[in-house]
């Protein structure tokens, strides 16, 4: 097919679209599809409507009196945990799910691992009235038991993927399988800023509302721009969301927060930005944990939205240009920050977004008395509170 819209299918030396020759035909359907609409007025008019109707946006921001007063120095929280589904994923799935329909598919297929993307893509589904199947590894099946059956009340078929380790990477084999045979009424929807070009581009515009949100809210309640954004890195989608809206403004420092898991050794952490080498997941070029084998390596993290062994690479890429630092906290410490919001805000944030707000209290040092620092609960930890629950027994 021929290209008639050029999006950059590179950020420095990462992303690209690492995959077989059969999809580029299919990719390039997406870019021109995504080039057409993506500053079309009915196409934005649209995605807004159900951002603010049915998501329920804008998500406020919350100036965390309490934890300010504790720490010294001024916390906001961007309430993506207020979302309709309970997380910013659904800014994704509608955005994408609104630009299938535009191309004339019928049927959303996607991958989940934790089951959250799941969710919010049969969600998105249900709402836009579009068959909807699920990849998913089958011990992720066994182990996200409520995910799954919520994904099949709100009408879409689970399919256990049984091949290799039975997780999220055969689970993805399996969705590009179908995609590449059923390509003509199908549409391939991602959850996060990584796969092959252009899906980190178009993800990561459907997410940047939250922080075009950030930054009106912010300059409203301060008059000035922040000089912190503290996010969670598991892809990257709800980092690169808050982020997108500043990253011309050099005086807002950007912090991605990393899964420490265990600790430092291999196997025990999911910090792809910190411990990764440059390598290719998932079709892109980008940040990746791999063995000396050069293979992906296994990775650990108590937050299963974390638990991933690349990141996108746009996120690799500001990482490398020195605009985006990377730290990371332990599970250990990302307990301590789920029950430091839930005491003292009355926010019982995932544990995802718990790893954002544990670094504030880990590197509270850092911090002066008048700076401002926005922090991104991508979501809630209703999902979580039962393994908080096993962990406190034990
Ligand atoms: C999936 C998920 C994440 C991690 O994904 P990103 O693409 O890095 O945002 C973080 N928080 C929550 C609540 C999630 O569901």
């Not at 922080?211 to 503290?230: F, H, S």
């Not at 980092?239 to 403004?249: E, K, Q, S």
């Not at 809630?380 to 034990?394: P, S, W």
Request: with cysteine; net charge negative; proline share 3%.
């Amino acid at each position: 097919m021929k290209k008639e819209f050029n999006i950059a299918r590179y950020f420095g030396d990462f992303g690209g679209a690492f995959i077989p020759e059969s999809f580029i035909p299919i990719l390039d359907e997406l870019e021109n599809a995504y080039g057409k609409y993506k500053d079309d007025p009915e196409f934005t008019a649209e995605y807004n409507y159900y951002m603010s109707e049915y998501v329920g946006r804008p998500s406020p921001l919350f100036y965390a009196d309490n934890i300010s007063r504790d720490l010294g120095f001024k916390v906001y929280l961007k309430r993506e945990d207020l979302n309709h589904t309970g997380a910013h994923k659904i800014n994704n799935a509608i955005g994408q799910i609104l630009l299938a329909k535009r191309m004339g598919k019928k049927r959303i297929i996607a991958e989940t691992g934790a089951g959250q993307h799941g969710v919010a893509t049969a969600t998105a589904a249900a709402i836009m009235g579009m068959e909807c199947v699920i990849y998913m590894g089958a011990e992720d099946v066994k182990r996200q038991e409520p995910n799954v059956f919520r994904m099949e009340l709100l009408g879409a078929k689970v399919v256990s993927v049984t091949d290799g380790s039975r997780t999220l990477k055969d689970a993805m084999n399996e969705a590009f399988r179908d995609w590449l045979t059923n390509v003509e009424h199908t549409y391939y929807l991602i959850g996060t800023v990584a796969g092959p070009h252009p899906y980190p581009t178009l993800v990561r515009d459907f997410q940047a509302i939250i922080g075009r949100e950030a930054r009106e809210q912010i300059l409203k309640k301060e008059k000035q721009l922040p000089d912190y954004l503290v996010a969670c890195i598991g892809g990257g989608s709800n980092a690169m969301g808050l982020f997108y809206a500043f990253l011309d403004d050099d005086k807002v420092a950007l912090i991605g927060v990393e899964a420490g898991g265990r600790g430092v050794n291999r196997g025990d952490n999911a910090a792809s930005l910190m411990y990764g080498r440059k390598g290719v997941l998932h079709g892109s070029k980008s940040k990746v944990l791999l063995d000396d084998y050069g293979q992906v390596s296994d990775v650990h993290s108590i937050s299963a939205g974390l638990d991933y062994p690349g990141v996108g690479p746009e996120v690799a890429y500001l990482h490398d240009e020195g605009r985006l630092e990377a730290v990371s906290v332990t599970d250990n410490e990302a307990i301590d920050g789920f029950r430091y919001l839930t005491r003292k805000e009355g926010i019982i944030p995932a544990l995802e977004s718990s790893h954002a707000v544990a670094y504030l209290l880990k590197d509270r040092n850092r911090f002066k008395k008048d700076d401002i620092v926005i922090v991104n609960i991508s979501g809630r930890g209703d999902k979580d509170v039962n393994t908080i629950y096993q962990l406190m027994r034990k």
